[in-house]
């Protein structure tokens, strides 16, 4: 899409005009590493049990509105109460509720870059004012600079993203209770990836103490269950921040199928491990091999890795790639990632052609 435009006398809201959206080219590759999907379907065994729940939805009513099968499970898998989890439309729709409930006119988020983009463009399409403040140089918190952030701006919602994407880089847990200690509002950390880390916000939130209560953690369906076509994402939280998610999203947003998926998918556990470790191994065989090539890298915890190609310009490295039927994620512009690329593990295959594409490039 082209720059927005009125339409006749009737533009869009201040502000929304200067975003740009958010967009992966979705480009027809053999080798899609570009989104930090998984690689991987869902067991067989999860198709059939979902097929045979499609079979049971009474398609003419409207679907639970609350979600209670779905959000006990996810409930039960964290050792939570119900009434604390919050579900929507992949994590992003939840980012999105969590917003539309403590942002808005007058009210700030903050972040460190870099980081994930969706949340100061969320943020931002919310009416949200957003404190920008810096990582350090290998890309973890600098907690001095996160103080002075924090006390500048008065966040009503403190955004941390762990492992953090582009770089995959992990907040450690001291790191997080350091920013809940100096944060005056909610700290939402985002774990899209916590699977594949050592070490969970979670863990914070079970240890109960008073300010455990301002603590969100950020889930999803879509990397390690293997449901990215499904969208489904959720909070953990206390249950005030739960309701007031509730009272942001739209009645029935959880469509039936959905419902049904996600608490399925909590049945094969097992199996989700088992993705998780043969993501992990092959993230090491990765990273082993783009060592012996002319390109920086940063130490992952994620199912992705952030490489800087050393000898040539990284968007044409990414085109070359291309060329070759590989698609990674380019993040030469984003902010803090000068020159960087990200390419996704992806099974041994794809990562063996992206290695081999990728040696030839450079
Ligand atoms: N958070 C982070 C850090 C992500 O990288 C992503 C996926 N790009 C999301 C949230 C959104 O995931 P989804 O909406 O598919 O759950």
């Known amino acids: 899409m082209g720059p927005v435009t009125a339409v006749g006398p009737v533009s869009i809201r201040p502000g929304l005009a200067s975003l740009s959206g958010y967009h992966s080219p979705q480009v027809d590759v053999a080798v899609r590493l570009n989104t930090n999907e998984s690689p991987l379907p869902p067991p067989p065994e999860f ?14 009513r409207y679907p639970d509105r609350d979600a209670r099968a779905l959000r006990e499970t996810i409930a039960a898998h964290h050792g939570v109460e119900p009434s604390q989890v919050f579900c929507a439309n992949g994590s992003n729709e939840v980012l999105q509720c969590l917003l539309l409930a403590y942002g808005g006119p007058d009210r700030t988020a903050a972040l460190f870059e870099p980081t994930y983009t969706l949340h100061g463009h969320i943020a931002r399409v919310t009416g949200t004012a957003v404190a920008v403040g810096p990582r350090a140089a290998d890309f973890r918190l600098d907690l001095p600079a996160v103080r002075r952030v924090l006390a500048g701006s008065s966040p009503v919602v403190t955004f941390l993203c762990s492992p953090n ?18 944060a005056p509002g909610l700290v939402v950390v985002d774990e899209a990836y916590g699977q594949f880390a050592r070490t969970s916000g979670l863990d914070l939130l079970a240890a109960g103490d008073a300010s455990a209560e301002r603590v969100v953690v950020v889930r999803t369906f879509s990397k390690t269950w293997s449901m990215a076509a499904l969208r489904l994402g959720y909070l953990v939280a206390s249950p005030e921040v739960v309701a007031a998610c509730e009272l942001v999203a739209l009645p029935y947003h959880l469509d039936a199928l959905k419902q049904a998926a996600g608490t399925i998918a909590l049945r094969f556990a097992a199996e989700m491990a088992e993705r998780v470790a043969f ?19 940063w130490p992952s915890e994620a199912n992705f890795i952030l490489f800087r190609p050393a000898t040539r310009h990284a968007q044409q490295v990414w085109t070359d790639l291309v060329e070759r039927s590989v698609l990674v994620r380019d993040c030469s512009t984003w902010t803090g990632t000068p020159g960087c690329l990200r390419v996704t593990v992806g099974t041994a295959a794809e990562n063996d052609a992206f290695l081999d594409a990728l040696e030839k490039v450079l």
């Open 47 to 60: 198709r059939a049990a979902l097929a045979e729940a499609c079979g049971a939805i009474a398609f003419n």
């Open 165 to 182: 994407n582009p770089t995959g880089v992990v907040d450690t847990p001291e790191e997080i209770e350091a920013v809940v200690d100096a």
């Open 279 to 297: 993501v992990t191994e092959e993230r090491g065989r990765v990273a082993a091999r783009l060592a012996a090539l002319p390109v920086e890298t």
